[in-house]
């Protein structure tokens, strides 16, 4: 997939699905002369050093722009702070060998451990022996099998990413009598695929003058998007609005959308490519938007990893613990705000 808080200070999620768990109650004695709950003494991150901290970082093979740009994101967070030393494995498509690079980080007795895994039930079970050996696990977007493999999940919302850009297309084809929708989905065998097209279809429920007429599954990849896009395109001589679930797909799409001479509909894309941004900027074309899915969240398991290894809550909230569970805002990117976001716009 509140808006989006994309500042460089503190915790960049935007936190639209907060579960605190492990929770420390603070209460304040009958017999204390201060009033003021423990809560507000509690200790919470922020820039300060502290204690000193290694975190271990496991991501699968950066083949994507979004993979490499969470490495980078991750990368750049852990360099802000001196009392953090990262330990970043090359990354891995292959189950096994990821287990590998994680069995490795665990043997080095690193303080916490980010992981984003190939395949959350394949890692599972290391997930499991991370926790079992005293290591606090962050779990980065794609979900082990059980909540005992992690102490903190953070990732983005596919569901939300279509709910979002269903209803950002229903409001602006709101007026129009007869709108038709054309959709350009991920691959149909993953399960965020699956719900970035569930969240789109029930967004539009609320708009009865639009009906989703086709619907194409490409590969996430550029030379797919092209493909699938010229397919639809052909199929369909007359529409008002495109949902692409990927914006690397989309440089395919826009590629085959421009060869066909095609300017008549608008077009909402997914995760927030700096080119995507850029078009949208320049709004020359019929991409007028794109729908986050961010991979600051990176940056902030950086920041949940510190807080753990430092024993801290999360500045903000009154707990004393960070939540068990953080899920990034897919929050809409157009010509009013994409300014905003550009920084954080991968390649």
């Not at 493909?227 to 914006?247: E, G, R």
């Not at 959308?257 to 709004?283: K, P, W, Y």
């Not at 999360?314 to 960070?322: C, D, M, N, P, S």
């Amino acid at each position: 997939m509140p808006q989006l808080n994309t500042s460089r200070r503190g915790l960049l999620f935007g936190a639209a699905a907060v579960s605190a768990g492990a929770l420390l109650t603070g209460c304040t004695s009958n017999d204390s002369d201060d009033d003021k709950p423990a809560a507000n003494d509690q200790p919470a991150t922020d820039d300060k050093p502290g204690k000193q901290v290694t975190i271990g970082f496991a991501g699968p093979q950066a083949d994507h722009g979004w993979l490499n740009a969470i490495n980078d994101n991750a990368k750049k967070r852990a360099e802000k702070y001196s009392d953090v030393t990262l330990e970043i494995t090359e990354g891995s498509n292959d189950t096994a060998q990821q287990i590998g690079q994680i069995e490795t980080l665990i043997n080095k007795k690193v303080d916490v451990l980010v992981v984003l895994p190939a395949d959350g039930k394949a890692l599972t079970q290391v997930g499991l022996k991370a926790m079992r050996a005293g290591i606090p696990v962050v779990n980065l977007d794609r979900v082990f099998n059980t909540p005992q493999a992690y102490r903190c999940w953070i990732g983005g919302d596919n569901y939300g990413m279509g709910l979002s850009a269903g209803h950002y297309i229903g409001e602006k084809l709101k007026g129009k009598s007869g709108a038709k929708v054309i959709e350009l989905a991920g691959l149909d065998n993953l399960e965020l695929t699956k719900q970035r097209t569930q969240g789109f279809d029930d967004a539009l429920k609320n708009y009865p003058n639009i009906k989703k007429v086709a619907r194409q599954a490409a590969d996430f990849t550029v030379e797919s998007g092209q493909a699938k896009m010229a397919q639809l395109l052909q199929a369909q001589s007359k529409f008002d609005a495109l949902w692409n679930h990927d914006d690397d797909q989309g440089v395919g799409a826009l590629r085959a959308i421009e060869q066909a001479g095609r300017d008549d509909f608008l077009m909402v894309g997914g995760a927030g490519a700096l080119s995507a941004f850029q078009a949208i900027e320049q709004d020359k074309g019929v991409l007028k938007a794109t729908v986050l899915y961010p991979p600051t969240m990176a940056a902030s398991a950086i920041d949940l990893a510190r807080a753990l290894g430092q024993s801290k809550g999360v500045a903000g909230l009154a707990e004393f613990e960070i939540p068990t569970s953080l899920t990034c805002y897919s929050a809409v990117v157009d010509k009013e705000n994409v300014a905003q976001y550009m920084s954080t716009g991968f390649r």
